[in-house]
C-alpha cells in the first residue's frame, strides 16, 4: 500500500496531489517557483490558475508565517510567461 502525500492550494484551500499544484518557495523576502521541486525552505503550494488570486488575497503572508506581503515579483512573471504560451 503506499501512500500518496496531498497539498492544499493555499488560494482556493482545494487538496490535490503535488504533481496538479506549483510549490512556491521564499528565498531573500522573494516568492519563487520551484519548478524543479527540491528548493530548501519552507514552501506553498497552489493550482497554477489560482496564482493571481493568491496575490490579491495576500496568502503568501499567510503561508510563510510574515508579517508583510513578500515579493511576488519573480512569481508575476512566471505566471504571465505560462498563461501568454498556452
Given amino acids: 500500500m503506499s501512500i500518496t ?4 492550494c493555499i488560494a482556493c ?3 490535490e496531489s503535488p504533481t496538479n499544484l506549483l510549490r512556491v518557495v521564499l528565498v531573500d523576502g522573494s516568492v519563487i517557483p520551484d519548478i524543479k521541486g ?3 525552505g519552507r514552501g506553498a503550494w497552489l493550482h ?4 493571481y488570486v ?3 488575497r495576500k496568502a503568501f503572508k499567510w503561508a510563510f508565517k510574515l508579517t508583510e506581503m513578500p515579493d511576488v515579483l519573480a512569481l ?3 505566471l504571465q510567461e ?4 498556452i
Fill in 38 to 40: 527540491n528548493a530548501q
Fill in 54 to 56: 493568491a496575490i490579491e
Fill in 82 to 85: 505560462k498563461f501568454t504560451n
Fill in 48 to 51: 497554477l490558475q489560482c496564482g
Fill in 5 to 8: 502525500s496531498i497539498r492544499t
Fill in 13 to 15: 484551500r482545494k487538496s
Fill in 76 to 78: 508575476k512573471l512566471f
